[in-house]
């Protein structure tokens, strides 16, 4: 069993900056990536970043050089630093992470349940 804390979502005017956070806690081996993802009304979910055990990023391209991903491995913590943001980055925003189970020694990829995040004038 593997439960998230997600926080940090909420109403931003565009151009303003918000910073998404996600803990992972339960039955944890090791996690190989965490990071985020989204998805807007009418969409598919997409990547937005994701950052591996040894730190290498991933971003997708619309966000590039405005989110920053982070992690603490010692705590099984993501967080998404978002700046100069956009109302097309208006959507519900989920942590994912790549877990090794303790329990089962299977890797999963596990989902929290979303936050949302509005940007509007």
């Known amino acids: 069993q593997v439960q998230f804390v997600e926080s940090g979502g909420g109403l931003v005017q565009p151009g303003g900056s918000l910073r998404l956070s996600c803990a992972a806690s339960g039955s944890i081996f090791s996690i190989y990536a965490m990071g985020w993802y989204r998805q807007a009304p009418g969409k598919q979910r997409e990547l937005v970043a994701d950052?591996?055990?040894?730190?290498?990023?991933n971003y997708a391209d619309s966000v590039m050089g405005r989110f920053t991903i982070s992690r603490d491995n010692a705590k099984n913590t993501v967080d998404l630093q978002m700046n100069s943001l956009k109302p097309e980055d208006t959507a519900v925003y989920y942590c994912n992470a790549r877990i090794i189970s303790r329990v089962t020694g299977r890797g999963d990829d596990y989902w929290g349940q979303g936050t949302q995040v509005t940007v509007s004038s």
């Open positions: 950052i591996t055990s040894d730190s290498s990023m």
